[in-house]
């Protein structure tokens, strides 16, 4: 591991599933009750669709069940990681 790879694990905010599917139905809802732009939509539908990738690969790695009763060590940081690419994913 590089030292400027161990700086951003670091300050990486670590996050929940539900915490960033929540951040993306509240933008969602605003699109359901007519309030954005086409151009808007489809760069919602872009972060959507990074977040359903990683939800895949994250249940490719952790098979359900895994990290119910308590969450696995890396789960937090993944997410956070995920959160990260959907903010900077194109918006208008």
């Not at 539908?45 to 359900?64: E, G, K, Q, S, W």
């Amino acid at each position: 591991m590089q030292i400027t790879d161990r700086v951003i694990y670091e300050d990486l905010e670590w996050r929940t599933r539900s915490d960033v599917r929540s951040l993306l139905e509240v933008e969602l809802d605003g699109i359901q009750r007519g309030k954005s732009s086409l151009e808007f939509r489809k760069q919602l539908d872009i972060r959507v669709m990074v977040f359903n990738a990683a939800d895949i690969i994250f249940h490719f790695f952790f098979p359900p069940g895994d990290g119910k009763d308590k969450p696995l060590p890396t789960q937090q940081p993944f997410w956070g990681a995920v959160q990260s690419l959907v903010m900077v994913c194109p918006r208008p």
